[in-house]
């Protein structure tokens, strides 16, 4: 018996608009939607794809829930995004708070860290780290 790495779960208010924009910042696509529960995948994962594919093959997803309450405190967990080693760092941020991204602290040090806090529309931290071949 073993188990899977299956989903992250993220608590929202608007889990159509959160899955939307997480959606648009990976290239991944709504895979499933019903008012309680958003699926996002990365693109090649279509149903036909998943269906054919061996249990070790499928990757995890995001999936978007509602939450009453507000976040209240720095994310326990979080999710590191990592451009390409022919990508500028610099310029995904930017293009990542032109699309309703804000910068977050968590008490890093700027002046001593090679990645950047962010934090998305309803303020879920995450980091862009330096570019990565692997």
Not at 14 to 29: E, F, I, S, T
Not at 87 to 97: F, G, N, T
Not at 100 to 115: F, H, K, L, S, Y
Request: aromatic content about 8%.
């Amino acid at each position: 018996m073993s188990l899977r790495w299956y989903s992250v779960v993220i608590d929202c208010h608007d889990v159509a608009a959160q899955a939307r924009w997480w959606a648009g910042v990976l290239d991944w696509r709504i895979f499933y939607e019903a008012d309680d529960e958003v699926v996002i995948l990365p693109r090649h994962l279509t149903a036909e794809a998943v269906r054919s594919m061996s249990w070790e093959e499928i990757g995890p997803g995001l999936i978007f829930v509602p939450v009453p309450e507000y976040k209240t405190i720095k994310n326990r967990l979080h999710l590191d995004l990592a451009p390409q080693l022919a990508d500028d760092q610099e310029a995904m941020v930017e293009s990542l708070l032109a699309k309703g991204a804000t910068r977050a602290d968590v008490g890093q040090n700027p002046d001593e860290i090679t990645w950047v806090v962010l934090a998305d529309p309803e303020g879920n931290e995450f980091c862009v780290l330096s570019p990565r071949d692997r």
